[in-house]
T-cell receptor, first 112, second 115 residues
Framework: DQQVKQNSPSLSVQEGRISILNCDYT??????FLWYKKYPAEGPTFLIS?????DKNEDGRFTVFLNKSAKHLSLHIVPSQPGDSAVYFC???????????FGTGTRLTIIP | DGGITQSPKYLFRKEGQNVTLSCEQN?????MYWYRQDPGQGLRLIYY???????QKGDIAEGYSVSREKKESFPLTVTSAQKNPTAFYLC??????????????FGSGTQLSVL
């Protein structure tokens, strides 16, 4: 039972344009959401997070949007840069539990 | 520099052999985790530990064992009972304030392959 879903395995975006990565979840107990970026043969690195009390969080070129009623979140990267090419994982945790549940990842390729 | 160190980077296992993956952290984090990544799949939780001398099974614990004798160390043993051990293994740690709002810090991973 996949509680966190990333339905797009891959995405290609022109450099300078906006990249939008999507994530859906089914567990209504999740109240903290994170995005991680991963390069091949390396560990994931934290990118940005959002608590369920907010619907938007912004950090430089990265913005995460949360729609609790739809159980959907998205990561916007603007402008996209070649160094953004990586696999992006969406993750979620429930209140009081640091254990993260991860999605299957979306491979983002930025085309120069 | 504070961080999480996983070793070795690459590991090969023969049939019927147990192998142990090392994970050490100097971040003074209470909680540590082991995840497994397979191609096209997300990270799946094997085991986690929130405190020394205590650990919990994750979603795919069968064929694995762990110990947490020191706060800094959380080794993972892949036993011969794990029939499909080839994967990329990731260790992580976090502060455990019980809020569920802490991010995990990951090591650089160990690629395990079967000979």
């Amino acid at each position: 039972d996949q509680q966190v879903k990333q339905n797009s395995p891959s995405l290609s975006v022109q450099e300078g344009r906006i990249s939008i990565l999507n994530c859906d979840y089914t567990n209504s107990m999740f109240d903290y959401f994170l995005w991680y970026k991963k390069y091949p043969a390396e560990g994931p690195t934290f990118l940005i997070s959002i608590s369920s009390i907010k619907d938007k969080n912004e950090d430089g070129r990265f913005t995460v949007f949360l729609n609790k009623s739809a159980k959907h979140l998205s990561l916007h990267i603007v402008p996209s840069q070649p160094g953004d090419s990586a696999v992006y994982f969406c993750a979620a945790s429930a209140k009081g539990n640091e254990k993260l549940t991860f999605g299957t990842g979306t491979r983002l390729t930025i085309i120069p | 520099d504070g961080g999480i160190t996983q070793s070795p980077k690459y590991l090969f296992r023969k049939e019927g052999q147990n192998v142990t993956l090392s994970c050490e952290q100097n971040l003074n984090h209470d909680a540590m985790y082991w995840y497994r990544q397979d191609p096209g799949q997300g990270l799946r939780l094997i085991y986690y530990s929130q405190i020394v001398n205590d650990f919990q099974k994750g979603d795919i614990a069968e064929g694995y064992s762990v110990s947490r004798e020191k706060k800094e160390s959380f080794p993972l043993t892949v036993t011969s009972a794990q029939k499909n051990p080839t994967a990329f293994y990731l260790c992580a740690s976090s502060i455990d304030r019980g809020t569920g709002m802490e991010k995990l810090f990951f090591g650089s991973g160990t690629q395990l392959s079967v000979l």
